[in-house]
């Protein structure tokens, strides 16, 4: 019997586990698969829409879950999630003051509020000269789009041989090919400035690498996020499950749930597969933290939503035809309110269960596009709900 | 300036089979297209050659000539066709006076039956529905249009024939009341080119009326929204058509790895601001569930629609006006071909040439349905073992499109337009509608300077916009999901926004 089962291995999952596992509770992960935050950047967006992410954090709708959280529980999670992150090698910077610009593959600036010490040199204000090095064959990344908006840039391309996102990363963990690296760049006499690269400087110790490279090449060395599978969110959610697991939390991993028992006003267990055996994983609270659409926590039928894991009450807007507006740069489509509401604590409204806590983008009107806030969400609301169930848990 | 005899305007079926037919018979000519082949209904419609059965009651004339057109197209046109075969099916409920009438008008027009059991037809398609009565099997066809455009372009190429894509006539040139030539824009740089012939040809279909009143003429069209649906899995391998009078969703064609259901009917006015409204999705799902009850359950990656352009006869019923075909002689040397369909798009084109010819006092029959099209030796149906031979590079993993084959059709036809590869390559055609591919493809034509960095992002704007459209009345389910996915990557990730 565990003391929580969290369901759902994303980033609201993981923190929530974190923190009820860092409080000494006993607890079981339950995931699917890869989460959704190995396709986001892996910087974490709080709130994009204005220059500090603490005066847009007020802006949403009374029923936005951010207002459920607060303004303090919002830093208090950020900071819960900076202090991890810092003890495992993967620092982030920033602070919820401020967004910061980072540069997109298509030269475009992306605000966001927290980001990995490999894209700290990409804050820009001044007009220094910019070098990318992008890879041969490389079907995702390509540098003019970059350089034709910046006067004050220009690019080689680097033939490592292989041209994934991921094979890159794993080339420069190794010393002997970045040996090579290094000495190809500076055979290029780059001019001076900063370089910057596709996020791929290693899947694990990519602030070492990077900073191993800066110092050879006596260059700031930044990194720019990619398109999935993206390096930095497959950084980002490894750091988070290994801390989980050095702080005593078990882990189901790749398993469906195919059935759940409840009483009254409890969930009491939840049947997982594994192999071709079924595993009855008891709790005495559990966390939904299973995402929106695209994670698979809410399915779209043509004309209802439902949730897929205890059919819990979701809001939806209820004409197909009004799901989406007309243009695709419109966004805020109003799909995006779907999702389960809860109350104050984070329970489910509706549907009389005592034991169960919601928390990341299954939250209803959560508008992520909108106000830009996904993995900033899910830290706070993953934290929230913890904190939330604990108290209940007592 | 171009001088030529015949201009051709539009690159649909019409058009392209009318280039290939004159440069059988040695005429010069010079084709001009707003778009890319294909661009128009020949391009969003079912891709059915019709056995002619869907009209043999209410329209046999037009029955006739698709069930002789059907025979000759899979002789002439063999890897354009794919010979599926097609079931009528009746359901509980549907009228077994229109069954017998359907088989009696066949057998008049000529259009062989089979009645089949509900178990023997059961075997030939699983999936369909197992309360069907009923089956008639007729030789329907899936046809692809676009390859259809191409390989009747490649015959009028290699007689000497001209053409223009991506040009819109803006203007007709009339010297003493005749129409002499035409004047066309690029659409991407706007240079004009002018084109004088001897007979002007409009077969610019929906866009009939318009291009006439460049003539100063008039084309009576009543144009008809028709919407359809794409389905991720080809759920049956036979065309299915529901045994009743037309009407809405009772048509299902297997084309390729995919499904293609349809259709609406809908009157409109302006063929260039139209779209598919939810409602038009959901009535096509809810009758083709009742022929084959898989359909509502597999995701669907895309809607769309298309203009059929028919005469106007003061009918109300759209679907009621005869889908046969008129040539209109504007008196000023100006023709308009209209109506017709995709199925009789040969017979159109030898009836138009025929009075080219006459025009011109020749005489030189047509053998368009005795000479097969040319450049078929090129294909191989469908190639997926070609395509598995080289998985190195891939841009589009949805329909194993390679780099090298996207740089092929730009060294080939130096193309600036990202459809032009989607058409020629099936690139986007997959499950995730050209989400990641383009993307790449855009940045692939920059690398070889075919494209500048800002044209290929206003480019890929205008893809994700247009590319919306096409799916937004069919987000539910599966893809709805990838929809968010790649709303994500280019707003989030990419951080684009319209300005």
Known sequence: MY??????????????????????????????????????????????????????????????????VGLEGIRDSLNFFKKIMAGSGLNYIGDIETNRGILTPLGTIKATCLVPQTMKAAYTGDNEYIHIVSFKGLKDFYPAYITSKNENAGYSVFDAGISTTVGLATRFEDT??????????????????????????????????????????????????????????????????????????????????????????????????????????????????????????????????????????????????????????????????????????????????????????????????????????????????????????? | MINTDVIIIGGGTTGCGIARDLALRGIPHYLIERGDFAAGA??????????????????????????????????????????????????????????????????????????????????????????????????????????????????????????????????????????????????????????????????????????????GSHVPLTLSKGSLIISNHRLTNMVINRLRPPSDGDIIVPNEAVCLAGTTSISVKDPDNIKVESHEIDTIATEVDHMIPKFGSTRMIRAYCGVRPLFASGVEDTRAISRGFRIIDHNNGLFSIIGGKLSTYRLMAEKMVDIIMTRFDKKVPCTTAQIPLDGQDELTGYPLSKRLKDMDDIICECELVTRADVEGVMNRIGTKYIEDIQHRTRLGMGPCQGGFCTYRALGVMQEMGRISPEDSIRILKTFLEGRFKGIRPALWGDQLREEQLVESIYLGILSMSSK
């Open chain 2, 42 to 215: 020949t391009g969003s419609c079912h891709g059915l050659l019709h056995s002619g059965a869907r009209y043999v009651v209410t329209d046999p004339q037009a029955a006739k000539e698709c069930i002789s057109e059907n025979l000759i197209l899979r002789r002439i046109a063999e890897k354009c066709v794919e010979p599926t075969g097609g079931l009528f099916v009746r359901l509980p409920g549907d009228s077994k006076r229109f069954r017998d009438r359907f088989l009696k008008c066949c057998e008049d027009v000529g259009i062989p039956t089979d009645v089949l059991s509900p178990s023997r037809a059961i075997d030939l398609v699983p999936e369909l529905n197992p309360m069907i009565e009923e089956a008639i099997k007729v030789p329907d066809c899936a046809i692809d249009p676009f390859r259809l455009c191409m390989l009747n372009a490649i015959s009028s190429r290699q007689a000497g024939g001209g053409f223009l894509i991506h040009h819109e006539v803006i203007d007709i040139i009339k010297e003493k009341g005749r129409c002499v030539g035409i004047k066309a824009k690029e659409k991407f740089t706007s240079q004009i080119k002018v084109v004088r012939g001897k007979i002007i040809i409009n077969a610019t279909g929906a866009w009939g009326d318009k291009v006439a009143a460049l003539g």
């Open chain 1, 176 to 394: 002997t090919f970045r040996r090579e690296f290094v000495a190809k760049l500076k055979s290029w006499e780059i001019p001076n400035g900063r370089i910057a690269m596709p996020a791929v400087l290693g899947l694990s110790s990519s602030v070492e690498i990077m900073e191993a490279i800066s110092n050879e090449l006596d260059r700031k060395i930044f990194e720019i996020p990619t398109l999935p599978p993206s390096i930095p969110g497959i950084r980002l959610f490894r750091r988070l499950k290994y801390t989980l697991q050095q702080k005593g939390g078990d882990i189901y991993w790749g398993r469906d749930i195919a059935s759940v028992e409840r009483s009254d006003t409890q969930i009491e267990a939840v049947t997982i597969v594994t192999g071709s055996r079924p595993t009855r994983v008891e709790g005495r609270a559990f966390v939904l933290a299973t995402g929106s659409f695209v994670s698979g926590g809410l399915y779209a039928l043509r004309e209802s939503v439902y949730e897929t894991v205890f059919n819990l009450p979701v809001v939806f807007p209820k004409k197909r035809a009004k799901w989406f507006n007309e243009d695709f740069f419109d966004i805020g489509h109003p799909i995006e309110k779907a999702g389960i509401r809860v109350d104050r604590s984070f329970r489910p409204r509706h549907a009389n269960l005592e034991n169960l806590f919601v928390c990341g983008s299954i939250l209803a009107f959560s508008n992520i596009m909108k106000y830009r806030c996904g993995n900033g969400m899910a830290i706070a609301t993953g934290v929230a709900a913890a904190k939330s169930l604990d108290r209940w848990l007592g």
């Open chain 1, 3 to 68: 003391d929580v089962v969290i369901i759902g291995g994303g980033l609201s999952g993981l923190m929530a586990s974190i923190w009820l596992a860092d409080r000494g509770k006993k607890t079981a992960l339950i995931s699917k698969g890869d989460p959704m935050c190995c396709l986001s950047t892996g910087c974490i967006d709080v709130f994009g829409g204005t220059s500090s992410p603490l005066k847009g954090i007020e802006k949403p709708p009374r029923g936005h879950p951010y207002h459920f």
